[in-house]
């Protein structure tokens, strides 16, 4: 109970903390398919006004209990509906887990099989607040390669979403008997960038509000693009605390970039305890349908350029598209500024005196 408490009241600082910082930022849209898989935590960011994606997998898990003295086969799908709703930082999101458990008691010698949603949830995520809209902090450093591509301590300064939804548990569940219909669901969920490779995300959740076993639940997930950003890797951690379940869950895994819209996914992982042990596996997918439109701003309307230069009037500009290519879950903030052929090519004509710093065009 100690635990609980303390958890519960950490969750509500952080929403306290949270709810002060301003929610008029903006969203972050991007070309390039910017899924949630292969794990289970959810990215900060909304996927864009008017995109819908599909995120779906198969799993299957081994899972045994050595006081209950039972056996299990497990086979399941994972889906996630979403779509970025009315505008940039809003997304509407349904994560459905439908699962066929294959249950042996050793000590009766019986057999019993549940099947059922184990997870049936619909939820709003909005983006209350995005450290990289502005875009004087990540300008790329002209002049050293090394700088753009370190670990910096404001990097830790993540992005903030916040969620409310609710879970819907259908006729008789096996898996939640005498369950409430309904129960609403709250999370947290932060974005960092520690690197231009590396994205850190963490969900917070209070889960199943007002029924008889509440559910705390957390997820620490780290991703890594390679040289080759259509490859990436990522490192997941997740905690879950209730009278009803209890674990710790560690998930590992790759995803591929096959294109703009489409990326596949494995991942496998295990429990730290054996009530009950789980080893598990999964495959997946993403895809993207994109009715995304930009928006065209009035130039008068813009502040005037950094070089205090003059703004025309009665022009049009588009809203620039984020263009830089990404495998998705945090991957899109990926920007290693100028290569080290550049730094080079940038060094040399300032020793020419052929032009000044920060006049050549790469």
């Known amino acids: 109970m100690g635990n609980t408490t ?33 794990g289970l935590s959810v990215s900060a960011y909304a996927v864009g006004k008017n995109v819908v994606q599909l995120e779906m997998g198969v799993f299957y898990e081994q899972q045994d209990h050595e006081l209950l003295n039972t056996q299990s086969d497990i086979w399941g799908s994972d889906i996630s509906l979403r779509y970025g709703l009315l505008f940039e930082r ?33 939820g709003l995520k909005f983006l209350v607040y995005d450290p ?80 008889e076993f509440p559910e705390l639940n957390y997820l620490i997930s780290i991703s890594h693009a390679f040289r080759n950003p259509k490859w990436s890797v990522f490192l997941e951690h997740q905690g879950i605390q209730s009278d009803r379940y209890s674990d710790l869950l560690l998930r590992s895994g790759l995803a591929y970039l096959m294109n703009e819209r489409l990326q596949v996914d494995m991942n496998l992982g295990a429990s730290f305890k054996n009530t009950p042990s789980r080893v598990f596996i999964s495959l997946g997918g993403s895809y993207r349908f994109d009715f995304h439109q930009d928006k065209l701003v009035p130039i008068e309307d813009q502040a005037a350029d ?23 879950s945090g991957a899109e903030d990926i920007d290693l500024g100028p290569s080290k052929k550049q730094l080079r090519k940038l060094k040399k004509a300032q020793k020419k005196k052929k032009v000044d710093k920060g006049e050549i065009e790469f």
């Open 132 to 211: 990289f809209k502005n875009p004087k902090r990540n300008k790329p450093n002209l002049y050293s390669w090394r700088a753009n591509n370190k670990f910096q301590l404001k990097n830790l300064l993540p992005a903030v979403s916040l969620y409310a939804g609710a879970n819907f548990v259908l006729g008789d569940n096996p898996f939640y008997p005498g369950e409430s219909q309904i129960s609403p669901r709250a999370m947290i969920a932060t974005q960092s960038k520690l690197t231009p490779r590396m994205v850190l995300i963490t969900n917070t959740a209070y889960d199943r509000i007002g029924t």
């Open 306 to 328: 950094e070089n205090g230069g003059e703004i025309k009037k009665g022009a049009m500009i588009e809203e620039k598209k984020n263009k830089k290519k990404n495998r998705g």
């Open 6 to 38: 303390y958890i519960k009241t950490t969750v509500v600082q952080l929403s306290f903390l949270f709810l002060l910082t301003s929610a008029t930022v903006l969203g972050q849209y991007t070309d390039v398919i910017n899924s949630n898989r292969p």
């Open 90 to 122: 809003l997304e509407l999101n349904y994560e459905g887990t439908f699962q066929n458990q294959d249950i042996l008691f050793n000590n009766f010698d019986f057999n019993e099989i549940r099947t059922d949603f184990r997870r049936n949830r619909l």
